[in-house]
C-alpha cells in the first residue's frame, strides 16, 4: 500500500510521520524547529531521511511528502505570513526542496523510482486535512477545524474539498475581527479573534483582569507582573479554583462561542472541530465557551445546530494531515 | 435555446423574468410582495403564468424555475428565519407548488412537455448564483456577494460551486458578530455585522450620533426624534454636506471595512462583489468604507489583495440567479 510522508513544522518541533491511506503509521520522528530559511530545508530533509531509515525495505512504497508549514503557501510554493516564526518567511519550498530531496532517494536507493508528489500547505489546512481523512472529520463535505494555540489557526472543508481560496490564502480565521474596540493585532487590525480565544488571548484578558485589580494569584504562579501572566497560569489558577482565573476563562469562552458562531453562520459546517494544544485543558477552559456558545448562538443548539466536537488526532493533526496531502487523499 | 424562470420574493415585490443560458432576458414581471404563506404561493403561480403568457409560444422552452426566497432553504424546501418578512416563515415550497405549477403549465398547454427542474434558495444566494452566471463573478471560482439591504445577505462560491452548507443554512455573513459590544440582532446575538454596515445600521448610527447631541438635521429630515431617522435620511444630509451625517458615513465604512476583511481573511475570494439597494447611493455611501478596507487589512492592497467591486446586475440579481439555478446553470 502506498505510504506517505508527512512533515509538520510547529513553533518548538518538526514531527514527521509515515502512514498509509489506511492512517496506519509505520514511523515517526522529531527534530528541533528551524530557525532560518536554510534550518527549515536542513531539518525537513533530515527528517524525511530518517523516517526513510526506519521504514526500512518500506522505503520503496513513499509516493509522496506533505509539509505543513506555519504560514500561507502560495501558488508558487513560497511561505508568507508566519506569524511566530518570521526566520522562515519566504522559503520557497518547492525551489529549495526538489534537489536535497533528490540526494536524499538517491542515499535510500530510490533514484529509480516514481518521483515523489510534494504538497506543502498551511498547518491548519493540513490538521483540517487529517481530521477529514483520519479523524473527526472523517465523511463530511462541510466541516472547520480550528486550532486554538498561541494564536488561531484552521482549515475549512467545504463541498467536500480543501477551501483554499483563490490565492491559497484562505481559512484565516484566527483573523476575523470579533471586537472592533478590541487590543491590535499583529497583522495590523483591531480585535482579531486569536486576541482573545488563543493562549495569547488568555494572557491578555488576564492582564485585563490585573489592570482592574485583581489577578493577585496570577502574578504569584507567573513570578512577576501582569505582563508575566501567560495562558498556562490561567489553567493552574483555575484548577486551584482562583476566582479571577476562572473570570479569565468566562470571558475566554465569551470570545470563543462568538468566533465559533460566526463560523456556523458563514459556512454551515456539518461539525466544528477544536484542535490544537488548548484544548489539552479540556473542559475547564473550554466548558463555558460551549456553554455559551449552546446558549447564545441559532446554530449552537435545536435541530439545525452545528456541533462543536474535540480533533481526533491531537498534536499529530497536522502531521497525519501533511501525509493524507502527500498521498493526495483529500481533494 | 432552454429558458429559466427566475423569481425573487422581496420585501416590497416578487421580481421574474425569463432568460436563457446567455442571459438574454425575454420577459420581466413584477407582482405585490406577498404577507403570508398562502399568499406567497398565489404571488409565485401569479408571476409564472404572467411569465409564461409573456413569453407566448417561447412557454415550450421552459425548463426549469429558481426562487429566491427571503430566508433560509432547507433540504426538504422549508422555509426559515424569514427576519424581515415573518409571514412567510415555515412555507413548505416545494410541497405547496407542486400541484398549482401543473394547474399552470396546463393552462399553457405543456401539461405533456417535460417536468420542469425546481430550485429554491436563499435570495443572497440567488444574487451570488446570478454574479457568477451573468455577472461580477463571471469565471471566478472563489467569489462572495454581499447584499447590503436592509440587513446584510450574502452567497459563497467556492472551488467553482456555490457553499451551502451541510444544512443549506451557509452564507449567513449578515450575522457574523464584529463587536461584542455592539447592540443586539434579531438572531439573538449581540454586534451582527448587519447592525452596523446595513440601511438598518445606518439608522442605528444615526441614533448613536444623535444620543452624543448632534444630527439635528438627520432628525429635520426624518420629521421626528432619532428613533425616525433611517438610512435615506443619512445619505440625503451627507449629500447636503452635513457634518453629522458624514461622521456616521465614516463610522458605517469602518464596520462595512471589517466584514469585509473578515471575508478575505476567512475565504479568501477572487473578489468581494457588492449588491444590494445600498449599492445605488454610490461612492457618497460606500468610499470611506472601501478607503478603510484597503488601508487597514492585510487583504486591502498589494499583490494578494482581494479586490471589492460593485455588483452588474443591479436588483436583478436575485431573479437572474435564481433563472440561473432553475436552468442548472450554477452548481
Redesign the interface.
Known amino acids: 500500500m502506498a505510504v506517505g510522508l508527512g512533515l509538520d513544522v510547529g513553533g518548538t518541533k518538526v514531527l514527521g510521520c509515515a502512514l498509509d491511506a489506511r492512517g496506519t503509521v509505520a514511523a515517526e520522528v522529531r527534530v528541533p524547529s528551524p530557525k532560518t530559511q536554510d534550518g527549515a530545508v536542513d531539518a525537513l530533509v533530515a527528517c524525511v531521511r530518517e523516517l526513510l531509515h526506519e521504514l526500512g525495505p518500506g522505503s520503496g512504497e513513499v509516493t509522496g511528502i506533505g509539509l505543513g508549514l506555519p504560514g500561507l503557501v502560495?501558488e508558487d510554493g513560497v511561505l508568507?505570513?508566519t506569524a511566530n516564526m518570521h526566520g522562515v518567511e519566504g522559503l520557497s519550498v518547492r525551489a529549495s526542496l526538489a534537489s536535497r530531496l533528490e540526494e536524499v532517494r538517491a542515499g535510500a536507493g530510490l533514484s529509480g523510482s516514481a518521483p515523489w508528489r510534494l504538497a506543502a500547505d498551511n498547518d491548519g489546512a493540513c490538521a483540517a486535512a487529517g481530521e477529514l481523512a483520519f479523524g473527526a472529520a472523517r465523511g463530511?463535505?462541510?466541516a472547520v477545524v480550528v486550532t486554538l494555540g498561541t494564536g488561531i489557526g484552521g482549515g475549512?472543508i467545504?463541498?467536500g474539498?480543501m477551501?483554499?481560496?483563490?490565492?491559497?490564502?484562505?481559512?484565516?480565521?484566527g483573523?476575523?475581527?470579533?471586537?472592533?474596540?478590541g487590543p491590535p493585532c499583529g497583522?495590523?487590525?483591531i480585535g482579531c479573534w486569536e486576541q482573545f480565544a488563543s493562549g495569547t488571548g488568555l494572557a491578555h484578558l488576564a492582564r485585563e483582569r490585573c489592570a482592574e485589580g485583581g489577578g493577585a494569584r496570577l502574578c504569584t504562579l507567573a513570578g512577576g507582573g501582569p505582563e508575566a501572566v501567560r495562558g498556562e497560569h490561567v489553567v493552574t489558577a483555575a484548577r486551584e479554583g482562583d476566582p479571577d482565573a476562572l473570570a479569565v476563562i468566562e470571558a475566554f469562552g465569551?470570545?470563543l462561542a462568538?468566533g465559533l458562531?460566526?463560523?456556523a453562520?458563514?459556512?454551515?459546517?456539518?461539525r466544528i472541530i477544536l484542535g490544537g494544544g488548548l484544548v489539552q485543558a479540556g473542559d475547564l477552559l473550554l466548558g463555558p465557551g460551549l456553554a455559551t456558545y449552546a446558549a447564545?448562538?441559532?446554530?449552537g443548539s435545536g435541530a439545525?445546530s452545528?456541533p462543536v466536537v474535540i480533533a481526533e488526532l491531537g498534536e499529530r493533526a497536522g502531521a497525519y494531515g501533511a501525509a493524507a496531502l502527500g498521498l493526495d487523499l483529500v481533494p
Chains 1, 2 share one sequence.
Open positions: 502560495d508568507h505570513e463530511c463535505s462541510d475549512i467545504a463541498n474539498r477551501l483554499r481560496g483563490a490565492r491559497r490564502f484562505a481559512a484565516e480565521i483573523h476575523m475581527v470579533v471586537d472592533v474596540h497583522c495590523g487590525r465569551r470570545y462568538t458562531a460566526n463560523l453562520e458563514i459556512l454551515d459546517p456539518a447564545t448562538s441559532r446554530r439545525r452545528v
